[in-house]
């Protein structure tokens, strides 16, 4: 993922992400006409893999963001990562409730539980990818994290601070620690 977000960028990344995510609803959704091309275990499996690679490269991606928000602001990133955390969990265990309160699945009805599955493997991450498209399009112009580079130079008899803005191009090692 490092090497995508230098070449390409956080945002960028993203969509690449979600493009990942419709791929696999689109799959989830034709998967009893599919099998006609490619057998069904097959499909399944392909369509669970872009899910796992669309899902966390946006989990990843969301997760980068935020900490480009944060930025020097160090002192709240504790609270701002748990807050992210219990708000994950949380709107999961709202929707794995509802979900299974809907369900239709009874011991004599495969057809309609296989169809509510489809929907729900097919509309859920869609509808999710939509908001984040529409999410990312809105801050896209926004130079998200600029003033997180400052360089701290000593001085002999005080120190003083002095920002400097990495370029986009310039090739920035995120393992060096950002105060110097």
């Known amino acids: 993922m ?21 791929g ?3 799959l989830f959704w034709f ?11 097959a499909t399944l499996i392909v369509a ?18 935020t900490s480009d928000l944060i930025g020097l602001n ?12 219990f708000a994950d969990k949380l709107a999961n ?6 979900i299974q309160q809907f369900n239709p699945c009874t011991s004599s009805s495969t057809e309609k539980c296989s169809l509510y599955y489809r929907e729900i493997l097919s509309f859920i991450p869609a509808g999710v ?19 997180r580079h400052v360089q701290i130079e000593a001085r002999s008899d005080d120190l003083s601070i002095s920002r400097s803005y990495a370029a986009r191009d310039e090739e920035t090692d995120e393992r060096r620690p950002l105060i110097a």
Do not use: H, Q
């Open 74 to 85: 160090t002192e709240c990133c504790a609270f701002v990562y748990g807050i992210m955390s």
């Open 48 to 65: 669970c893999v872009l899910l796992g690679i669309g899902t966390s490269t946006s989990n990843i991606c969301s997760f980068s963001l």
């Open 129 to 147: 990818a939509v908001l984040t498209v529409l999410m990312v399009i809105s801050i896209w112009r926004t130079d998200i994290g600029a003033g």
């Open 2 to 22: 490092r090497a995508i977000n230098k070449r390409l960028g956080r945002k960028p990344t993203m969509l690449l992400g979600l493009i990942f995510i419709f």
């Open 31 to 41: 998967i009893f006409k599919v099998p006609k091309i490619i057998p069904l275990p």
């Open 24 to 26: 696999s609803t689109l």
């Open 93 to 98: 265990g709202i929707a794995i409730a509802v």
